[in-house]
């Protein structure tokens, strides 16, 4: 018999994510912070609402939400998930919350009985939606092998990197890059439009060559159009960036092309740019050379 599922956090990500479940045939009960989006996600999809994380009761229990303070109060705080779980629940973070925190809350979770697999992911909203994305698990072979089913029904590529902790290590680093990435695409148009260059040639061009990059196929042609339609919010790019750093700092390590991104990223937060997708780091590049692509 296939183990119920409870999925906390029906967001751009996380609603995606647990449509995937439905569609793989796993029975699920479902709480969200905002109750009229996970009404709406029943009456689509079907499964059972759930009043509160508490009511979330079920053998596997997976969280999509935004920070680690969010995946504690929803799995530890006086109404979370571990207050009714059933009798060794696994627990599955698929959120971005850094390796300390997953650690942390692993551990708590393991002193009340349970078990816990960090799983965060990388593909964004597209690749949630058609159950594609990649995902980078930290956790024990046994508890791996009892998350895989459900993995596999959203991911295409899911890696086992490690114990508790190490998905959340890779993911911050992946972002971290991507981030770095999507802010070099908007320095170069931005150079190029300074400079009178044709910027759909540009694209081709670099599309067709090493720099080439999926970052420049989701977020070329949006930023020349301006078209910050939020896949992957500004704000959760530069929690991750900043996540990546901390990382760094607690290794003795530098990533100075990361720590420069950030930089972006926030000047783009503090202008109010935080809820649209993170290609909206353009608009901050394009005040700094006095132009608009």
Same mark, same amino acid.
């Given at each position: 018999m296939a183990e119920a599922v409870g999925f906390i #956090? $029906?967001?751009? !990500? #996380? =609603? +995606? &994510?647990? *449509?995937?479940l439905r569609r793989a045939g796993f029975e699920l009960t479902v709480y969200n912070r905002t109750r009229e989006r996970a009404e709406q996600w029943v009456a689509e999809h079907g499964g059972q609402l759930a009043e509160s994380p508490r009511e979330v %009761?079920?053998?596997v229990v997976i969280t999509m939400v935004v920070d680690g303070a969010q995946v504690e109060q929803m799995l530890l705080g006086? /109404? #979370?998930? %571990? &207050? #009714? *779980? +059933?009798?060794n629940t696994l627990f599955i973070d698929m959120s971005t919350i850094g390796?300390? /925190?997953a650690r942390r809350i692993g551990a708590a979770l393991a002193e009340r009985g349970h078990r816990f697999v960090d799983a965060p992911v990388t593909g =964004?909203?597209?690749k949630a939606e058609d159950g594609t994305l990649t995902i980078m698990a930290g956790g024990a072979d046994d508890d791996m092998? +009892?998350? !895989?089913p459900l993995l596999e029904a959203m991911g295409e590529l899911i890696v086992h990197v490690g114990p508790v902790g190490t998905g959340q290590q890779v993911k911050v680093l992946s972002n971290a890059v991507s981030a770095v990435n999507c802010a070099t695409l908007a320095q170069a148009l931005a150079v190029g439009r300074r400079a009178d260059v044709n910027l759909e040639a540009l694209l081709k061009v670099m599309g067709a060559g090493s720099a080439n990059s999926? !970052? $420049?196929q989701l977020k070329g042609e949006p930023m020349l159009t301006h078209d910050f339609t939020p896949l992957f919010k500004l704000e959760h790019m530069l929690k991750d960036v900043r996540l990546c750093l901390e990382e760094a700092r607690d290794a003795g390590a530098a990533f100075p092309a990361a720590a420069l991104a950030g930089e972006l990223y926030a000047a783009g937060a503090g202008r109010g740019l935080g809820d649209q997708d993170f290609a909206a780091v353009l608009e901050v590049v394009e005040s700094l050379n006095d132009t608009r692509v």
């Open positions: #956090g $029906l967001g751009i !990500m #996380g =609603s +995606r &994510q647990a *449509a995937s %009761v079920a053998d006086d /109404d #979370g998930a %571990v &207050q #009714g *779980a +059933r009798e390796p300390a /925190d =964004s909203a597209p092998a +009892r998350a !895989m999926t !970052m $420049l």
